[in-house]
């Protein structure tokens, strides 16, 4: 068995000296100002020991992997009902697409791509006052991550508010099917602000251990769910890119525009990676080459 | 000739016998309510004449024929810098259709679909307070009709406001690709009053002079822009049913939600025929067989 | 009145000064070997004057502006029966798109796009050999042109089929949605014959005659039809680029990759131009230009 | 450890007590007469024993299932050339639409949709004969299950022919793309005849051997490209339907349209599971509830 100290050690040398970092997300001035050099992996493994390498002390902004703990707990509030308002397809489409939206009339593909996690935000809502949804919100990751040590930024959410017509278009178009029971100012309001939790690759991992199905990590959710949600992050965490991440990569993971990266190999490990620059699919380029050698060098595909 | 008089009488007698009145817009109460059994049609004929038959002294909301005004208004502004920010192509699609708005990168096909007159009603905007673009509306129209006592249903645009999700998701989209100058709630704030208009067919009729292209008629726009609108009117006027209308009807028109429609019979009359209940396109049925008998039987066709 | 012999030799003059040629359709060698810089135009007015300039008297393919003529007879032999398997709105998409025809079950958009074009040639094949129908076709163009000399180009038409997998695919959709009553390779047969079909300006303009409904033209379909088909022609008969050419032509017209386009003034005049190189439509630029030009001088406009 | 032989006992007695069996494939005479009744599943484990229950000795026409064997043979001819014909994501659209293509250009989604597997059976023609490279796939398929008694139904393919205007089109409309190297026919008859393979669902769980990956299975492909193979059922084996069998059943599989499944426990298992009734995505109905308990049973999901 390779040394897995040593393998994120030398994934953090490689990821330095690779010329291409990819493209950092520039649509609001707080991530466009992020130094793209920056790359850090942290790994939790089933025995629960931490192991990491690079700046894995730098907290960033999550994003779009909150899908995953909202997923979590509108799925315990909701159940299989949830299922009725979002699909559980991979899109074929861009994240923030609203051609299937008016295509599949205001039914969302998945709960990973924008429409989609808006629905689940409603949904963790129900008749709640924001604050009271992000209070659970946040209490989860914490209690997920065993830290109380991990914040919403209030600039990155007022920034997404005001440079988020796209993610306004999504959500008047999803009440104009009737599929929001809160209004789509209310339901953004929370969004863009789980959206903006920032974690360090330790927290994030940590965060994730509730996925990895072993003995002695945080139980949140059921093991039949646990599965599930491995399974949709399968098929659905990469947005346009799942395929090749699933095909390069053989793990469940759930990128965020802010580069970093949640991934699980089942009953093993939880992985949190992050480096700023995109690829052409808006997922982390060097964590997604890092993360496709550790899974072939640890044998850790699931496939 | 046939007599004008006697058809326009014949058309109400037999509008009021069609056992098919389509189906009332009901997306807002204040059009749901409306009596699907009215109808009325009013002819300014190029000697000034006006002639008409049937409800033509009710007052209807004329919605989506004001786009006709506020093209009008708009071109004066901007010039053809307009066609920068939205296109002159039939849609091929539904009115409020958001699929073509991102496959063509958030310009508009065409003034006359909801997306494009958000986009001239932006134009008409400029930089003013959305109060005194709305005053130079209602002037415009007053002026082409000839009646001050044309006026804005204050309940209507609210209603509109509070159900116009779809809307307010083609604004932010438009907002989204940087083809919006004021904000979504500015623009649509000043789009739903303009829609909310309302006109006798006696008044639309009369409003609708400036585009016969005739002496003795209010002299608006230049006769180069007068063709244009025309042809505009007929390749795009009724949304995916502009070819239908074309081909029964063959002339310029434009239809409104409310049940009207306003048709120009180029150098020798404006048409504005009213009845609420809509076809399968969204435009007035017994309004659009009155049409196509009516341009038969005068032999008004332009092909 | 300005004089239309002096104008046809200043638009030929103009054109040949024309520093844009457009693009020459290249998917085919015989048509992407035709000098581009060739020009022609053709006027029969009411009187019967034939009016002309450039190289009238150079046999050009007339492609798809047959389509009005095959048109013309499926209608004689199908009546309204037709529409139910072609509808007839303006596409918003590319001549040969595919997407429509998948998202409308099969039923073409139009007849003027190649899949509308395709269920016209089935239906004038009926349940008759190619070559009779062919026969009918020819036949119906020279009558209507008043010269026996009009001829189809086997080497052109030899080439379209080697060349036509984007029509072979077109068709057996069609087929797989059973609206070809003969088989993909017999329909494509007679389609690519009567698209080969060679005339000059000269000859198409005198062939558009019956269009014009006016006293003395050859009367080969009804008053009623002839409304009609121009109808068609205006809102669908330049593909995506019909908006643009009412607008700025006002008149209907029907364009052919070869370069011609036959344009109709109802109850004045029939005129085609040609000039091989295309716009951005697929559509003769420089015969676009000299179109709008012309109507403009004249006062041809329909609106 | 539940029994294996029990499970699969019970889940024979359940599929038949099922009152539910889908709609058997209709599209050609020969799957339409299949009796919608039987049910069958096998079981190979990765000690090599064999497992089932049913009518595991009644050959079923395997149809889409043999795109994972030309798959693998086009990679070992091709290698990862092969990714720039087709790509690797889920669709998110029917199994036979058209519409993608058009969107990206005449480039497959990936190799499971019709138009990929098409271009996968191009590339393993190369320039060869039909009848060279249906000698190939059938001695891949009879050395992967260890039985010469491996046939085409030699009606079922010359039906698929007859019956087959959609693939003739999605191979033209690659043609017109340059996807294609040989002409439609010459494809589509290699295509047609190795979806004509006939086998029970003991030879296909055994020629599902060699994508187990564990030691005494047949090796016909290399260790790495079995992850990506299992990958690449997972995300895109049951079209539109992939995520949702990814989340119910949550191991690789690949579905066709006579009913069958081939499915893989990596390092454990195959499964082949027949019924020939189709859910509304096209794959078995009473195949994927089986095989969603079974995994569920054995502790088999992959997540």
Redesign the interface.
């Known amino acids: 068995m390779p040394n897995l100290d040593t393998i994120l050690h030398q994934l953090d040398q490689k990821a330095r000296l690779d010329a291409d970092w990819g493209q950092v997300a520039s649509y609001i001035p707080q991530l466009a100002r992020v130094d793209p050099a920056q790359f850090a992996i942290s790994v939790v493994t089933a025995d629960g020991q931490l192991h990491q390498a690079g700046d894995h002390g730098v907290a960033f902004s999550v994003q779009s992997i909150t899908k995953v703990f909202t997923l979590a707990i509108a799925l315990g509030r909701s159940g299989d009902q949830l299922w009725t308002r979002v699909?559980?397809?991979?899109?074929?489409?861009a994240f923030n697409?609203?051609?299937?939206?008016?295509?599949e009339n205001g039914r969302p593909?998945?709960p990973f791509i924008n429409a989609g996690a808006i629905v689940t935000t409603d949904a963790v809502l129900g008749n709640r006052a924001p604050r009271e949804a992000l209070a659970e919100i946040i209490h989860f990751v914490r209690s997920a991550a065993g830290s109380g040590d991990i914040h919403i930024n209030e600039t990155v959410a007022a920034s997404e508010t005001a440079y988020g017509?796209?993610n306004?278009?999504?959500?008047?178009?999803l009440?104009?099917h009737d599929n929001l029971t809160n209004s789509?100012d209310k339901v953004l309001g929370t969004y863009f602000h789980h959206c903006a939790i920032e974690m360090t690759t330790a927290q994030l991992a940590m965060a994730g251990r509730f996925l990895i199905?072993a003995p002695n990590m945080p139980r949140l959710v059921s093991p039949r769910r646990?599965?599930?949600l491995?399974?949709?992050m399968?098929?659905?965490g990469h947005y346009?890119?799942?395929?090749?991440f699933?095909?390069r990569v053989?793990i469940?993971g759930k990128s965020g525009v802010g580069g970093g990266i949640l991934a699980i190999v089942?009953h093993q490990a939880a992985i949190a990676v992050w480096s700023p620059g995109l690829n052409r699919y808006g997922n982390s380029h060097r964590g997604t080459e890092a993360l496709a050698e550790l899974t072939t060098r640890m044998g850790w595909?699931?496939?």
């Open positions: 699909g559980r397809e991979p899109s074929g489409r697409s609203i051609v299937q939206l008016e295509q593909r998945n017509h796209r306004f278009a999504l959500a008047h178009f009440a104009a789509p199905h646990i599965r599930r491995n399974a949709m399968l098929t659905c346009d890119g799942s395929g090749d699933a095909y053989g469940p089942p595909s699931i496939f």
